[in-house]
């Protein structure tokens, strides 16, 4: 089974489709929930912990950590 896997962003919200966002939801022709690009459960079921609304702010190969804007530090 492959280990759990961390992403982080700035953003607040989980990843969703920008060109659909752009050209098909603001002209009023997509729903809403045709947005995201995948499913709240699908981060789960794969082992994917989206760290959201934070920023990278160092790196550290070395120890293979993430030091986040909070101060938190991840592997």
Same mark, same amino acid.
């Given at each position: 089974?492959? !280990? *759990?896997?961390?992403?982080?962003?700035?953003?607040?919200?989980? *990843?969703? +489709?920008?060109?659909?966002?752009?050209?098909?939801?603001? !002209?009023?022709?997509?729903?809403? !929930?045709?947005? *995201?690009?995948?499913?709240?459960?699908?981060?789960?079921?794969?082992?994917? $912990?989206?760290?959201?609304?934070?920023?990278?702010?160092?790196?550290?190969?070395?120890?293979?950590?993430?030091?986040? $804007? +909070?101060?938190?530090?991840?592997?």
């Amino acid at each position: 089974m492959p !280990a *759990p896997s961390r992403s982080s962003a700035r953003s607040t919200r989980y *990843p969703y +489709d920008r060109p659909n966002l752009s050209k098909d939801y603001l !002209a009023g022709t997509a729903e809403e !929930a045709w947005i *995201p690009l995948r499913s709240h459960e699908f981060y789960a079921e794969h082992q994917i $912990d989206l760290i959201l609304g934070v920023r990278v702010t160092s790196i550290d190969s070395t120890r293979r950590r993430c030091v986040l $804007d +909070d101060g938190r530090e991840i592997e």
